[in-house]
């Protein structure tokens, strides 16, 4: 329940924000949704397109984790029972890496994934 009300609230909220900058698309900004578990994410391949804004909901199925995007400075928890959302606008073309930067046990290192940007 929680969640639905969560999702409409980014919806509308991107939909407003569109409307005032004067934007010609009608839709709202993406959701993409990331799940995290030891020791991979769910997907482990994005594709986004240049300039154009998502927004990530980020979920945990058992431990804190973290996602880190280093070439955009961005980074956050991923904890237990909650959904994180991170807005994300690619300003160039290309692939990105993220990774979980909260040890999360011995196979840590490894969880990561990519993020491919296109024109
Ligand atoms: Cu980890």
New binding site residues.
Partial sequence: MMKRIRIATVVLASIFGMTCLGASSDEGVKIIKISAK??EYSPQQIMLKKGVPVVFQLTTEDRT??FNIPSMNLRTDIVPGKVTELKVTPQKAGELDFF??????SG?EG?NGKITVTE
């Fill in positions: 030891r020791f984790h973290g979980c930067d909260v040890f999360c046990g840590h969880m």
